[in-house]
């Protein structure tokens, strides 16, 4: 399953596995705001929110200052000043988390997108859904471990260890990172951009099937963070307890941690767009079990759902978004897919509690029918003949894209995603 993944891929990947493992801080950042820095819940819900905007604002830009600067420069940039802002926070007055939290957040996405877009630099198209998909499975599996390492970190010992270890960690992988992938050269250069090359709408236009799949992936998003902000409120109303919820969200990261490596190595060669339609059909329809009620059976089979939707359509479709973009814009492209993806974290939570506090019965039917209509737009999408007519390894648009920046940006300049994957 490994065996078409490039090795400066795997080498990334595991240097994501072991930042991951330390990267607990936002786990825990509202029971820090609210315990030992005494603010009230409306002070922590205002500075934690700023902080999704940031995250969501840094995905959406690290790919344009990637274009323009270099990914992997950005990559490193993003890193150091996320770790060193991590690493000053539990000795900063109050006032200033409110600057300095959503420059983290922020960094953190820029590290995100530009790591997606190193990772679509690397690997030729058609071959490009498995390194995504073991970069996921790094981040994934280090998350896992990191969760309950700072839950006891935090009860041992201290709420700013976590902050020192998640900033330590960063700045190390920063490291780690600069010596697998040392620059051939000074640096991207802006005077090689091709100036004649079309604008990025341009390119979006003369891809249609890329600007629905964002679309429907914004979307998607909204519905499938229910799961971390009404869902456990919709559980614990209808009797369930913490636990409970708990073990739901470890159902998703042990499917994940099983299957998704397995299914992007047998999916392949499968052609992407009916892949991910089916994927985000699973989310809506996960929601669905819901509506007859709030059993315990019907919560596992809405995980399962969810998780297989999600296995499917994550990894295809950050494939599919990287072999669509031009070599002057993979970046960009990347960054547009990468803001979608989190766009949920920010919207998901103010506008499934507005519904639930207002009409609690039509949350679920709601997600279901969004997600589903979702699916079916992706499934109907189709790409412009001028596309399709491209070879899909060797000779495609993914191997031109691989050899131009290659020749205008330092060779080194390739990576996978590190701090800020999102599940």
Not at 257 to 268: I, Q
Request: charged share 10%.
């Amino acid at each position: 399953m490994l065996s078409g993944i490039p090795r400066t891929v795997r080498l990334l990947a595991f240097g994501a596995f072991l930042n991951a493992v330390v990267s607990f801080t936002f786990v825990y950042l509202f029971v820090y705001l609210t315990g030992p820095r005494g603010l009230s819940v409306a002070q922590a819900g205002l500075i934690s929110g700023i902080g999704g905007v940031g995250l969501v604002a840094g995905n959406f830009t690290g790919g344009w200052f990637g274009d323009r600067y270099g990914h992997r420069r950005m990559l490193l940039t993003g890193a150091c000043v996320s770790g060193a802002a991590l690493v000053t926070l539990p000795v900063l007055p109050l006032a200033v988390l409110y600057a300095v939290l959503p420059l983290a957040q922020y960094a953190s996405g820029v590290v995100r997108a530009a790591n997606a877009a190193l990772v679509a630099v690397l690997v030729p198209e058609g071959r490009r859904r498995q390194s995504f998909a073991l970069t996921r499975f790094a981040s994934n599996g280090g998350f896992t471990i990191g969760a309950p390492l700072g839950a006891l970190i935090a009860a041992h010992f201290s709420y700013d260890l976590l902050f020192l270890a998640d900033g330590l960690g960063t700045l190390l992988f920063a490291g780690y990172a600069a010596t697998i992938l040392p620059a051939r050269g000074a640096g991207h250069d802006p005077s090689t951009r091709d100036s004649r090359a079309p604008g990025l709408w341009s390119e979006l236009r003369a891809r249609p099937a890329v600007l629905v799949l964002l679309a429907a992936i914004v979307v998607v998003d909204l519905v499938y963070r229910q799961q971390y902000s009404t869902l456990p409120v919709f559980l614990a109303d209808h009797g369930h307890s913490t636990q409970f919820y708990g073990w739901l969200i470890a159902v998703n990261g042990g499917v994940i941690l099983c299957l998704e490596l397995p299914a992007a190595h047998a999916l392949r060669r499968r052609t992407p767009l009916p892949v991910v339609g089916t994927g985000l059909l699973l989310v809506g329809l996960g929601y669905a079990t819901l509506i007859p009620g709030p059993g315990a059976a019907a919560a596992v089979l809405m995980m399962l759902s969810l998780t297989l939707g999600e296995i499917l359509y994550k990894t295809t479709a950050t494939a599919y978004v990287a072999d669509e973009a031009p070599a002057h814009a993979q970046g960009r492209f990347q960054s547009l897919y990468a803001g979608a993806s989190i766009s949920g974290q920010v919207l998901a939570p103010p506008l499934g509690g507005a519904l639930y506090s207002a009409a609690p019965a039509l949350l679920w039917p709601l997600c279901a029918v969004l997600g589903c209509l979702a699916g079916i737009a992706v499934l109907v999408a189709r790409r412009p003949p001028a596309h399709s007519a491209m070879p899909p390894d060797g000779g495609g648009r993914g191997t031109r894209g691989v050899s131009a920046v290659a020749e205008h940006a330092p060779a080194a300049e390739t990576g996978s995603p590190a701090r800020g994957s999102e599940r």
